[in-house]
């Protein structure tokens, strides 16, 4: 039997990766091991000083500190790592052997968005923004239509702020849920989505400053598609003008979900009441098979009392 005893700084990782042999569920203990040695290997190749690793553990404690109802900073930083668009790639697309159109779920989906008619719309209170009318084809592998899909739909107004974050948002405000029909197909109305800030005031503000880049999403609108029989897929489909299109903050942006947001400023729009320039979205997305599952919302509470502010990082050249 391996002692507990120490001696050196090996005998550490020796005796950590041992104990864990004790564990009954292989795939736990298949995870911690890989833990283990990266993070031990981390701390030797890093050189860690003690002073430092305090640093870490406070930088820690705050990221759950400050995850609430209405903000989460764990997923905030692991998107500003990169570390979702490498989850997210890794299990999707023949587990990362091919492009997929899944993407990052984000921070701000809720559950239970109004059910809603093909080709109505999910601006539920007064949002400024160009409108936008959208039609979404949802395909499995072989190239067949997937009828009978969930399909969920949000976005942050032209202000910039999804409608959890926000206090003057009517709730559920552009959010929405459509089903799709015998082509696949769905249909919506909004407005425009533009690019927004995340937030600062946590390590992850710390993190963007110390690396000299700025906070900015580029401009998009989420989906998640819902069925049995296929795996659940979340996507972002971005806006082909965005100027933060190559330096998304939190390398969400594929090939795949780049979105061509056309322009018509001299045709009649679908809704009589459009009057002025308005926009149309096209995107297709495939799912593939696997457990139809909805994950835990990532904040659960709308923000009260005073909107928050907006600050914006320049990106250093």
Not at 61 to 76: D, I, K, M, R
Not at 169 to 188: C, E, V, W, Y
Not at 221 to 241: E, L, W
Request: proline share 7%.
């Amino acid at each position: 039997m391996l002692s507990l005893i120490i001696q050196n700084q090996n005998d550490v990782t020796e005796a950590v990766l041992a104990e864990l042999q004790r564990a009954s569920d292989p795939r736990f203990k298949e995870i911690m091991t890989a833990a283990v040695k990266h993070l031990h290997g981390f701390i030797r190749d890093a050189q860690l000083t003690e002073a430092e690793f305090h640093q870490a553990c406070g930088v820690i404690a705050q990221l759950g500190q400050l995850t609430t109802a209405s903000h989460n900073e764990v997923v905030l930083i692991s998107g500003s790592l990169g570390i979702s668009a490498l989850v997210c790639l890794l299990n999707n697309g023949d587990q990362g052997q091919t492009e997929t159109t899944a993407n990052l779920m984000g921070p701000f989906w809720r559950m239970d968005s109004p059910r809603t008619q093909n080709g109505g719309s999910i601006v539920r209170s007064t949002t400024p923004g160009a409108p936008v009318f959208v039609n979404a084809w949802i395909r499995d592998k072989t190239g067949r239509p997937v009828e009978g899909a969930d399909v969920d739909i949000w976005q942050a107004s032209s202000e910039g702020f999804y409608e959890n974050q926000d206090p003057g948002q009517g709730d559920m405000n552009l959010r929405g849920k459509f089903t799709t029909d015998a082509a696949g197909h769905i249909s919506f109305r909004s407005i425009k989505p533009v690019g927004y800030p995340i937030p600062l005031s946590g390590p992850v503000g710390a993190l963007l400053r110390a690396q000299g880049r700025h906070n900015m999403r580029p401009a998009h609108i989420h989906f998640m598609i819902f069925k049995p029989g296929y795996k659940t897929q979340f996507a972002q489909v971005y806006s082909s003008d965005d100027p933060h299109l190559e330096t998304d903050v939190q390398f969400g942006v594929t090939k795949a979900l780049v979105g061509q947001y056309v322009l018509h400023d001299h045709e009649a729009a679908p809704a009589d009441d459009v009057t002025g320039p308005w926009y149309s979205l096209d995107h297709h997305f495939v799912v593939e098979p696997g457990e139809a599952k909805l994950p835990k919302p990532p904040i659960t509470g709308k923000a009260a009392g005073e909107r928050p502010t907006l600050e914006v990082l320049e990106r250093n050249s």
